[in-house]
């Protein structure tokens, strides 16, 4: 099955890093996010992936262009003839598919341009370039199938970013700092779809999936949700990039589950 992933926006939220890079390309430790995503959608068997490119898009191309080359040692030879040798000691089995989408489409739009890589009467995943869990992608996909919907989308509660009060009368009788939230859920990203969305969609730059797409399938009751009720971190912004970082340095990244 097809992993989707949308690459293709400025991030200006995280100006500091996207001005020379593209979002997904922004590290965590010494790896890209997308790097990240991928590799834990590959941990559950999903390893076919299609890239919709936009906003500096061909970083990303070189990126996986020389992904051998720059995560492998080298043997470099000079002369008499120039020959590189190239010890592989990270190979990975994955296929990418790398899309442009155009500059300036938004996300509904770049989901219609590649709609020529998904096969008839197929289901297919969609995620962001810039948010990670620790959602069960096989539990994920087992609920999807069981409601016979044309979509499904993962409902998050985010961590807060203050501090949580409970509250009786004028006494607080909670304080959890930066806790996850209790009630209400959110977009977080990791849909399942089968094809016929697509008829949802059009090839214009201002179709947006998270708008009328999604608002008419769940007006049409083909919209269910998935509730995840752990982890889940998008990188909106610097802190979130260094709250990331931090959880990756200290080996608590909770999206890591390729090590266990």
Not at 99 to 112: N, P, Q, V
Not at 152 to 169: A, D, N, Q, Y
Not at 190 to 213: I, M, S
């Amino acid at each position: 099955m097809k992993v989707v992933i949308l690459c293709g926006g400025k991030g200006t939220r995280l100006k500091e890093e996207t001005v020379v890079r593209p979002k997904p390309l922004v590290t965590i430790g010494n790896r890209p996010i997308l790097w990240h995503i991928m590799k834990y959608y590959a941990h559950f068997g999903f390893k076919d992936f299609i890239l919709c490119l936009g906003y500096l898009g061909d970083m990303i191309k070189q990126y996986f262009l020389q992904y051998e080359m720059m995560n492998s040692d080298l043997t470099i030879r000079f002369s008499p003839q120039p020959q590189v040798q190239v010890h592989c000691s990270q190979t990975i089995d994955w296929q990418v598919t790398l899309a442009d989408t155009g500059i300036s489409a938004m996300t509904g739009c770049r989901l219609k341009r590649i709609e020529q890589y998904i096969a008839e009467d197929s289901d297919f995943m969609v995620t962001y370039g810039d948010g990670l869990g620790n959602v069960n992608l096989h539990e994920l996909y087992l609920f999807h199938k069981s409601h016979g919907s044309l979509a499904t989308v993962t409902g998050v509660r985010p961590l807060s970013r203050f501090g949580e009060l409970e509250v009786r009368g004028n006494t607080v009788t909670s304080f959890r700092e930066k806790s996850q939230v209790k009630s209400g859920w959110i977009n977080g990203g990791f849909f399942v779809f089968r094809r016929e969305f697509f008829n949802y969609l059009v090839d214009q730059e201002d179709c947006v999936l998270e708008r009328e797409p999604l608002e008419q399938l769940a007006r049409e009751g083909q919209l269910k949700i998935f509730k995840h009720k752990g982890f889940w971190q998008c990188m909106d912004t610097y802190r979130d990039m260094e709250q990331l970082n931090a959880w990756w340095q200290q080996g608590n990244a909770p999206w890591e589950v390729w090590q266990t």
